[in-house]
């Protein structure tokens, strides 16, 4: 069955880096992308960008570039999601999820079980 | 960026009721249109990709339809699990974007 597996918790202080994990399996890894979403606490979903674990090529969302950074290991079939200059704003349960790209448009049919990451001094 | 914009933010209903949710995108995106269902403290839940798939393990009762930019999730009859939050999403370009999220409350 597919599987999306992520990283603990993080507690990081302002200016400081994340970089959460996103371990799949029961797929075939390069057959599909991996996005990010956030969810701010009672807020909505927020994508964060995508990556394509077939050849690493990446769409990023206009208000983070620059700070983040996606990333995979098809060998070890793991994607990375790095945000650096870590705000208090940036606080939030950090999603990965398998995106299904067809004729039709990307959804997502998988999801990690989210990663809390808290931004505090 | 495509605005989604869903009605109503919230919604009170009892089990057994037919509820529609309604998603209005800012510009045409064709059928490129998914939602998803989310439960306190866990990730969401794929229930319709394109407009009108059902994805694959989802009840018979959830239904989706539209195209450009008026879409709608109906729950044929409420169960008490289908309490939740609903989101749309567009794929038609990027970035991707969901609507703010519709809570399905028990009356």
């Known amino acids: 069955q597919v599987q999306l597996v992520q990283s603990g918790a993080e507690v990081k202080k302002p200016g400081a880096s994340v970089k959460v994990s996103c371990k799949a399996s029961?797929?075939?890894?390069?057959?599909?992308?991996i996005s990010w979403v956030r969810q701010a606490p009672g807020q909505g979903l927020e994508w964060m960008g995508w990556i394509s674990a077939y050849n690493g090529n990446t769409n990023y969302a206009q208000k983070l570039q620059g700070r983040v950074t996606m990333t995979t290991d098809t060998s070890t079939s793991t994607a990375y999601m790095e945000l650096r200059s870590l705000r208090s704003d940036d606080t939030a349960v950090y999603y990965c999820?398998?995106?299904?790209?067809?004729?039709?448009?990307?959804?997502?049919?998988?999801w990690g079980q989210g990663t809390l990451v808290t931004v505090s001094s | 960026d495509i605005q989604m914009t869903q009605s109503p933010s919230s919604l009170s209903a009892s089990v057994g009721d037919r509820v529609t949710i309604t998603c209005r995108a800012s510009?045409?995106?064709?059928?490129?249109l998914n939602w998803y269902q989310q439960k306190p403290g866990k990730a969401p839940k794929l229930l319709i990709y394109a407009a009108s798939s059902l994805q694959s393990g989802v009840p018979s009762r959830f239904s989706g339809s539209g195209s450009g930019t008026d879409f709608t999730l109906t729950i044929s009859s409420l169960q008490p699990e289908d309490f939740a939050t609903y989101y749309c999403?567009?794929?038609?370009?990027?970035?991707?974007?969901f609507g703010q999220g519709t809570r399905l409350e028990i009356k």
């Open positions: 999403q567009q794929s038609y370009s990027t970035p991707v974007t």
């Open positions: 510009q045409s995106i064709s059928s490129y």
């Open positions: 999820a398998r995106a299904r790209r067809g004729i039709t448009g990307t959804n997502f049919d998988y």
């Open positions: 029961g797929y075939t890894f390069t057959s599909y992308g």
